[in-house]
């Protein structure tokens, strides 16, 4: 794990921590297990040749400020009128400026399911997960021991939250494999260095299972972006940033999923 993804980690265990003493681990359990109407998540990105995951993000570590602004039940709604296939919202709050209200008013304003991106570390955060309402769930293999994301994966399938499993290199890959994840995310940065290459999604596509629903996150701005990884056999796609900075998020996304 790199060090910024220790600060990271190191942070949000802290932050779990709190959440833990203003609502006991009891509580948040029982409003989990509330029953809610669930979005098909995994079902969302194959019903359409090109599948946009379109994110509600404020900020990052690498760019610093995106749209430190942005309204997440307005761009919501922006995003189901452009054509996404679903949301991701990013609730992390120190370094990605999210919450997990961002995502609360984000479903609220449409029809679209959501899924929670967010450092996930303790069990805690799937019970707030689910209490929130999302519809799926972010896990980053590289953050996690794989008896974790075992555990991490069988209780977001108790709490009806479809998992995104989110690797970036052919080790995270051998991590995964003997869970067979149904939903995998390939992260096109480096989060060690920044750097991004988008052709890494398709060249570590190859390695997983046929049936696999693949998901290429950053670096995508384009349809030439989309066409590329197209021709690798990915049609879902996690966007935020170029959709956050842009004065037309509709044309924007229209653009995209008509990209084929």
Do not use: W
């Not at 203003?22 to 090109?50: N, Q, S, Y």
């Not at 399911?113 to 769930?137: H, M, N, S």
């Amino acid at each position: 794990m790199s060090e910024f993804l220790k600060t990271i980690v190191t942070h949000v265990k802290g932050v779990v921590e709190k959440s833990k003493t203003g609502m006991p681990l009891a509580e948040i359990r029982h409003k989990a297990e509330a029953p809610r109407i669930i979005r098909p998540f995994r079902e969302a990105l194959e019903d359409t040749p090109v599948a946009v995951i379109a994110e509600v993000k404020r900020a990052s570590p690498s760019k610093g400020d995106i749209a430190p602004d942005l309204d997440a039940a307005k761009t919501a709604r922006l995003y189901e009128e452009g054509g996404a296939a679903a949301l991701s919202v990013l609730t992390e709050g120190k370094f990605f400026k999210g919450n997990l209200d961002d995502l609360t008013a984000a479903r609220k304003a449409c029809h679209l399911p959501v899924l929670r991106k967010e450092f996930i570390v303790d069990p805690y955060q799937l019970y707030e997960t689910a209490a929130a309402g999302a519809d799926a769930v972010l896990l980053i293999a590289r953050i996690l021991a794989p008896s974790q994301l075992a555990d991490f994966m069988r209780l977001a399938s108790e709490l009806r939250l479809e998992a995104l499993v989110e690797v970036f290199d052919e080790t995270d890959i051998e991590k995964i494999a003997p869970l067979a994840p149904p939903l995998v995310g390939i992260n096109n940065r480096n989060l060690s260095s920044f750097d991004t290459d988008t052709t890494r999604a398709g060249r570590l596509a190859t390695r997983l299972p046929s049936g696999t629903t693949v998901v290429a996150a950053s670096g995508i701005q384009n349809a030439g972006d989309i066409r590329r990884h197209l021709k690798a056999g990915i049609s879902a796609f996690l966007i935020g940033e170029s959709l956050v900075r842009t004065e037309d998020p509709v044309g924007k996304l229209k653009g995209l999923v008509n990209s084929e």
